[in-house]
Each structure stands twice: as structure tokens, then as C-alpha cells.
T-cell receptor, first 114, second 112 residues
């Protein structure tokens, strides 16, 4: 069972560079999410999607973009990377039948902006 | 707005001690879910428990137990006879609608 898969696991970016964090899930979940976790902190929601073609901002969306062309994939785009975006990024998905059900997380992507 | 408070930033215990991690939440919804996740040093998030707002029964799973009290808006987590492998950051979380809001986490260190 693959679950939620994120790539890359580790990445170092220079200030001003751009990159895409990939996320795919094989559980046919409609809901997908991107969270970031800063050192010593809890997770904060960046963007979420309730289905293919539908995305919306979470708590901390600035500096990021997302797309949802398929049910399985939910990439996160960082434009003009800044040191403040150094964080661990978690992609997640949840069951379509209940928006308040358990959310399943990927293993995380460690991003450093220097 | 929903909010989760984990007042204990760090806890250190000696193996075999019991330890309780506190979680207090705020919400305007009458229907919501509460969760606990474990984040070991390897970094992944491990689901531990989900409890809906209509089910106040305490739950026990092996050495883990959870005490949900709506009257005090608390959802506390107790580890009995702690072990070194329990060392991790534990997050409490609240879900009202599409997203899940996390507390800041409690770092538990269990010393041998």
C-alpha cells in the first residue's frame, strides 16, 4: 500500500529559485492538503483541494501555488523561494465520504532555502 | 475559529512512569473530530486516535488511553508504563470542516 507519496524527500534551494513538490495518493481520496511544519511548531495548512479542478487557500498560502488536474496528484509550487519557506512540507489526503475523517500524511519533504 | 492548545512544550520522564499529555481545544461547531498524532524522530506523522464530538467515552489501546471531556474542552492522552520508544513529539488536532488544525505539539522524552 503506497498511500500518500511525496517527492523529493530533501531539497536545498537558493533564494529566488522555484521548484515543485510532488504528491500523489492511491487511495481515491477526494480531499488533499499541503501543510508546512516549521521547527518546533505544529502543522499549518497551505492549500487544500476537495476534488480535481478545485483548490482553495489555507492558513498560510502566500508564496505557493497548487493545481489539481487529477484525483491522484496535488503538486505544490514554490515561486521565488525565500528563507522563510525553509520548512518540512507534508502532503495529506482524506476519505471523500467524510470531510472530518482521518487524514493520512505523506512522509514529509525537507526543504532548505539558502 | 478553531484552536488547539498544548500547554506542555516538553516533558521528560523515566521509563515505566505514566505520563499525561494535555490538549485543550476551542470550537464553535457542535460536530467536530479530535485527533492525536505521533511524530517520532524520523519525522513521519503516525495516526493514533480519532474521536468525534458526540462520543465522550474514554478509550484504551494497550498502554495508551484518551480522556475526552467536552465540559472542559479537553482531550488528554495518557501513556502508561512509558518506554523509550514512546519518545516523540505528540500533536493534538481538531477538525471542523475541510482542514485539521494542530496544536504546537508536546515533545516527550523517555529516559531509560
Amino acid at each position: 500500500n503506497a498511500g500518500v507519496t511525496q517527492t523529493p524527500k530533501f531539497r536545498i534551494l537558493k533564494i529566488g529559485q522555484s521548484m515543485t513538490l510532488q504528491c500523489t495518493q492511491d487511495m481515491n481520496h477526494n480531499y488533499m492538503y499541503w501543510y508546512r511544519q516549521d521547527p518546533g511548531m505544529g502543522l499549518k495548512l497551505i492549500y487544500y483541494s476537495v476534488g480535481a479542478g478545485i483548490t482553495d487557500k489555507g492558513e498560510v498560502p502566500n508564496g505557493y501555488n497548487v493545481s489539481r488536474s487529477t484525483t491522484e496528484d496535488f503538486p505544490l509550487r514554490l515561486e521565488l523561494a525565500a528563507p522563510s519557506q525553509t520548512s518540512v512540507y507534508f502532503c495529506a489526503s482524506s476519505y471523500p465520504q467524510d470531510t472530518r475523517s482521518t487524514i493520512y500524511f505523506g512522509e514529509g519533504s525537507w526543504l532548505t532555502v539558502v | 475559529a478553531q484552536k488547539v492548545t498544548q500547554a506542555q512544550t516538553e516533558i521528560s520522564v523515566v521509563e515505566k512512569e505514566d505520563v499525561t499529555l494535555d490538549c485543550v481545544y476551542e470550537t464553535r461547531d457542535t460536530t467536530y473530530y479530535l485527533f492525536w498524532y505521533k511524530q517520532p524522530p524520523s519525522g513521519e506523522l503516525v495516526f493514533l486516535i480519532r474521536r468525534n464530538s458526540f462520543d465522550e467515552q474514554n478509550e484504551i489501546s494497550g498502554r495508551y488511553s484518551w480522556n475526552f471531556q467536552k465540559s472542559t474542552s479537553s482531550f488528554n492522552f495518557t501513556i502508561t508504563a512509558s518506554q523509550v520508544v514512546d519518545s516523540a513529539v505528540y500533536f493534538c488536532a481538531l477538525s471542523e470542516a475541510y482542514d485539521m488544525r494542530f496544536g504546537a505539539g508536546t515533545r516527550l522524552t523517555v529516559k531509560p
